[in-house]
């Protein structure tokens, strides 16, 4: 009588963990989605801004950038040299638009892809819109928001269009 | 004192599920990265091979692959068509080395950063070979095992080589 109530409570708590913790989950990984959404627009605007500063914030200490055409920048230091080096070109600018993103059950790892636009001046300093689709991976540590691990783009076939 | 010993058993069983859940979540994202270290391996002799069929099967239904130069591919249908045509260029080979993986705690989620190499033939006929630095990312459905649902690659800077 005892070990049959002792095996029914055991039985119930574990069910009611399970169970709490999959409806948390599913909850979890939907609100992250948006979130994410959110923060990679407002990552754009930073970027938009030209602030060093505030657009290094989304990068993980560890991260690994490789956009179409230039070398692999691994780590927050050579990030920040490309991101500096980049915003003082005159004419420079850059923006992006998450189409999607998923997060895994566990919350801590997700991705987005991406379509990014980079404005460049061309040889007669006229400005020149160049399309990428992106793909970047985010890592979220214990006690920490999202961050940037991976980031990945490249151009689709076609021109680049002058503006 | 029956209230205090259901506390005890409800107590308990909960911070042995947990415990024991987080423990084999640790040994199996080690253990699944080094297994997606070997499927992206297999995957590679797969093409290697030139068979449409073995290289299909690690692609999910819902796959997007954006390679450096061609359209976006999504789903399958797609995809095969892309694989079919590049395995019936003359001269066409490909091949790639995973560097890293890594798996999200739920096991639902992974990515691996590769580096591939193309084989095409130039004007004059004569093979040259495309570097490429490549990320994909992988996602396990329940009772199914990992398949790849986005495929991203671009050349680093410098020019290929001939062979």
Redesign the interface.
Known sequence: MITGM?RG??V???AI??VGCATA?MDDQSAEEARLLDISREWSRAAGAGNVDAVMRYWADDA?V???????FTGKDAIRRYVTESFDMPGFAISWEPLEA?????G????I?ERSRVTLPDAQGQPVVHQF???S?WRRDAGQDWRNV?D??????GPAEAH
Chains 1, 2 share one sequence.
Request: hydrophobic share 60%; aromatic share 6%.
């Open positions: 002792w409570v055991a119930g708590a574990g963990l399970l989950r690994v490789m956009m179409a055409g230039l070398p692999t998923h997060v895994s059950a566990s801590d790892m997700a991705y892809v689709r992106a793909v991976i991976v990945i783009s490249n151009a689709p076939p």
